[in-house]
């Protein structure tokens, strides 16, 4: 095959290759899937991807966060970093040392201006003096799988001042021994309950959603994915004081909710969020559906109020991805 035939042909297998790549893309113009790729923009750590839309004629890329020298990657990092009570220097410092970035303390402050509402920690972190040693505070438990509990000291002082009892349970859990209570095969996730007419309100898009399709970004695999959603949001977002929490039932106290169990009912919480003056139940489900999941929720809570004495009438429950978000009252 002569060289020009083949070079043509090469183009011709690469451009239906890019095609097929790109025909879940939706136009975020006219929502179609008729989209291609149409070349590459040099940015400051590399090469963004330009897409063409074949209906409206739109050009766009992918990145989560457009309109920028640097890729999203970098900028989740940095803020990050900075939300974690580091200074703008120190920031930027840590960002060349660790990933070999250079991003001046400067832009990493139009950052926190330009990304005040993607980051809600910013508002926060503007009006306290924060220590990065002392802002989080780690436990790894050995429940038949490894979980990392964290604690966001600063969002917890702030919940305590509506729900007191809070901290009281949660650092008791940084130190306690919980004997053989996690040993238990009887787990809220694998519990039968149903919960009848549960009262399910979806909203297709808002903070968490959000959130979450920046924190995926940033898992190097699906594996990895559930601790990176929740670390961001324990660092990024303004009402995420808690994750991995432990929380369990006896057999007595279970009487209570109408359960009958052999052994204590035990499970983990993935976040714990304090906002409009209740405690939110936050459970990332990359991979199910939502409404599915009401009935491990509603356990969820029992676990909770007796744990901490706060009422169900004052907890709501929500499962959560990138895609959607689903809340309920528990009872």
């Known amino acids: 095959m002569p060289e020009d035939t083949k070079t043509t042909q090469e183009r011709a297998d690469l451009l239906q290759k890019q095609e097929r790549e790109s025909e879940d893309n939706l136009c975020p113009k006219c929502g179609s899937r008729e989209v291609i790729h149409y070349g590459s923009r040099k940015t400051k750590t590399g090469q963004t991807t330009i897409f063409l839309c074949k209906d409206c004629q739109a050009h766009f890329t992918l990145r989560p966060i457009k309109h920028t020298l640097y890729d999203t990657a970098t900028i989740l990092r940095t803020m990050q970093a900075y939300n974690s009570g580091h200074s703008f220097i120190d920031t930027s410092k840590m960002m060349r040392k660790r990933f070999k970035v250079k991003i ?3 832009t990493i402050y139009n950052w926190t201006q330009r990304y005040v509402k993607t980051f809600p920690f910013i508002q926060l972190r503007k009006r306290y003096v924060i220590d990065p040693a002392d802002l989080i505070v ?11 509990m964290r604690l966001h000291r600063l969002k917890l002082n702030i919940a305590a001042m509506t729900f007191p009892t809070l901290p009281r349970y949660l650092f008791y859990l940084m130190k306690a021994d919980l004997g053989g209570t996690f040993d238990s095969n009887t787990r809220c996730s694998d519990f039968r309950y149903e919960l009848p007419k549960v009262n399910m309100r979806t909203i297709p898009k808002n903070c968490a959603t959000d959130l979450t399709g920046l924190a995926e970004t940033l898992a190097n695999s699906k ?13 990024n977002d303004a009402t995420t004081f808690a994750t991995e929490v432990p929380v369990y039932l006896t057999k007595e ?5 109408g359960l009958r169990i052999s052994e204590p009912l035990t499970g983990h919480i993935d976040m714990l969020q304090c906002r409009n003056g209740r405690i939110h139940i936050m459970d990332y489900k990359p991979d199910q559906d939502l409404k599915n999941v009401s009935g491990q929720l509603n356990l969820y809570a029992f676990c909770l109020t007796c744990r ?24």
């Open 104 to 106: 001046p303390p400067t």
């Open 138 to 148: 780690t436990r790894r438990f050995q429940h038949k799988q490894v979980y990392d």
């Open 223 to 235: 594996k990895r994915r559930h601790d990176t959603v929740e670390e961001f949001f324990l660092i």
């Open 253 to 257: 106290e279970a009487k209570r909710f």
């Open 308 to 331: 901490t004495g706060i009422p169900l009438a004052r907890t709501t429950c929500a499962a959560f991805n990138k895609d959607a978000y689903a809340e309920f009252l528990p009872r």
